[in-house]
């Protein structure tokens, strides 16, 4: 059988270094992205299938289209597009350069990346991409104003993308991943703590995994976060807000970022 390839961004840890696990458990071979050369090196290591990897800030302006040119000339069969993180804070006090950089990352990359990569495989008529949104993709977020923008626009791009597909009859399968709260880096680097319990990277990755192979466009892993969505959308958007202004206020802690 033929050898299937993903290439994943964010792979040096929590949710993408989980996804590269439970590829590499399948057998596939695996493109690995992130900025620390070191992790990756450390990922690669163990892992019992090939594996490539491509050290490099996607936020920067070129950093997409050079992993793109990367990856020319070798087959992806599925693209995961994974990297990302938040910034805590009123809109007004947060540092506007950390938020351009959230918004290159959370955003621009991703777009970039899916145009490419959905543009070849719809060529081809095969292929899959995993867009990794948030329950926070559905949400309101004060406090995390930019972060859950971010996630509300992978939402909206990801399943405009999904029905243009499903219109043109295309064998090609895009996913959207939204978790709730799960145990990673993530709270470290945007300065903040959950108050429930988080799933784990490994849950997560395994359900996701299980998801965009199977062919499933929105993967919300766990009940909770299941119900809390569904209940989300049985109340008025302002009393959402307010509410949601407590609970990630509740977030706030006194741990120094890593
Ligand atoms: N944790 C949660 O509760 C949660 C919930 C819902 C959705 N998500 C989403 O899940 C995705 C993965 O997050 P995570 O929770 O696994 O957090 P994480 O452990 O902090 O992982 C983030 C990954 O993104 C990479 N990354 C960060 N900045 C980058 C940059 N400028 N260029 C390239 N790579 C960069 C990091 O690698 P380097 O540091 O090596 O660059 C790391 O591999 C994110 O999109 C996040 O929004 C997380």
């Given at each position: 059988?033929k050898?299937?390839?993903a290439?994943i961004?964010?792979?040096?840890?929590?949710?993408g270094?989980?996804?590269?696990?439970?590829?590499s458990?399948r057998?596939?071979?695996?493109i690995l992205?992130g900025r620390n050369?070191e992790?990756?090196?450390e990922?690669?290591?163990?892992?019992?299938?090939?594996v490539?990897?491509?050290?490099?800030?996607?936020s920067k302006?070129?950093?997409?289209?050079q992993?793109?040119?990367?990856?020319k000339?070798?087959?992806?069969?599925?693209l995961?597009?994974?990297?990302?993180f938040?910034?805590f804070?009123?809109f007004?006090?947060?540092?506007l350069?950390?938020e351009?950089e959230l918004?290159?990352?959370n955003?621009?990359a991703?777009h970039i990346?899916t145009?490419?990569?959905l543009?070849?495989f719809k060529k081809?008529?095969?292929?899959?991409?995993?867009?990794?949104?948030?329950?926070?993709?559905?949400?309101?977020?004060?406090?995390?104003?930019s972060?859950?923008?971010s996630?509300?626009?992978?939402?909206?791009?990801?399943?405009?993308?999904?029905?243009?597909?499903?219109?043109?009859?295309?064998?090609?399968i895009?996913?959207?991943l939204?978790?709730?709260p799960v145990?990673?880096?993530f709270?470290?680097r945007?300065?903040v703590?959950?108050?429930?319990?988080?799933?784990?990277?490994?849950?997560?990755?395994?359900?996701?995994v299980?998801?965009?192979?199977?062919?499933?466009?929105?993967?919300v892993?766990g009940?909770?976060?299941?119900?809390?969505?569904?209940?989300?959308?049985l109340?008025?958007e302002q009393?959402?807000?307010?509410?949601?202004?407590?609970?990630q206020?509740?977030?706030?802690t006194?741990?120094?970022?890593?």
């Amino acid at each position: 059988m033929k050898q299937m390839q993903a290439l994943i961004t964010g792979a040096t840890s929590g949710i993408g270094m989980a996804i590269a696990k439970e590829l590499s458990k399948r057998g596939w071979s695996l493109i690995l992205t992130g900025r620390n050369q070191e992790k990756l090196l450390e990922l690669k290591e163990p892992l019992p299938v090939p594996v490539e990897i491509f050290p490099l800030d996607l936020s920067k302006e070129n950093a997409p289209f050079q992993l793109y040119d990367f990856c020319k000339g070798k087959r992806v069969d599925l693209l995961v597009n994974n990297a990302g993180f938040g910034v805590f804070g009123k809109f007004t006090e947060t540092d506007l350069q950390e938020e351009l950089e959230l918004l290159s990352l959370n955003v621009r990359a991703l777009h970039i990346l899916t145009k490419l990569f959905l543009r070849d495989f719809k060529k081809r008529n095969s292929g899959r991409i995993l867009n990794v949104a948030s329950s926070a993709g559905f949400l309101t977020g004060p406090l995390l104003s930019s972060y859950y923008a971010s996630k509300n626009y992978v939402v909206r791009l990801t399943l405009a993308i999904a029905e243009e597909l499903r219109h043109d009859k295309s064998r090609v399968i895009v996913s959207l991943l939204c978790p709730g709260p799960v145990d990673t880096n993530f709270n470290n680097r945007a300065g903040v703590q959950f108050r429930v319990k988080a799933l784990s990277p490994e849950e997560v990755a395994r359900e996701a995994v299980f998801g965009v192979l199977t062919g499933k466009l929105l993967i919300v892993p766990g009940l909770s976060i299941k119900l809390g969505l569904l209940a989300s959308r049985l109340l008025p958007e302002q009393l959402l807000s307010r509410i949601l202004y407590y609970v990630q206020a509740a977030k706030q802690t006194a741990i120094p970022k890593k």
